[in-house]
């Protein structure tokens, strides 16, 4: 009987730890203007956790951007491709689902 008890409460555990982590994930926006949480996507992903969702507002925003956040969706509000981001510098070696468009990188975020 005190088996199953223990067993009952590590169970009831495990399960309010599974609950509070995924009720934790944020919806989190970026605005270069105001009105949004954050001014900047590199912002928003260096304080976003795994399961969070960043969604960009329509603008350009001239930034390097480093993801190493697994489990983040980064999105625009009308994902029609209104949110470019404009590197500072070109570093690239390789690039993949993104376009040049007038000198510019664009990020079609969707």
Do not use: C, H, W
Not at 8 to 18: A, C, D, G, K, P
Not at 68 to 93: C, F, M, R
């Amino acid at each position: 009987m005190r088996k199953i008890l223990i067993f009952l409460i590590v169970l009831i555990f495990i399960f309010i730890i599974s609950i509070s982590a995924t009720s934790s994930a944020k919806e989190i926006t970026v605005d270069d203007g105001s009105g949004a949480d954050f001014r900047s996507i590199q912002e928003a992903v260096n304080n976003s956790v795994p399961g969070d969702t960043i969604t960009v507002m329509p603008g350009i925003y001239t930034e390097n951007v480093l993801v190493n956040i697994t489990g983040l969706t980064i999105k625009s509000e009308s994902n029609n491709g209104d949110a470019q981001v404009k590197p500072v510098t070109t570093p690239i070696t390789e690039v993949t689902g993104i376009y040049q468009n007038s000198g510019e990188i664009v990020i079609p975020i969707s």
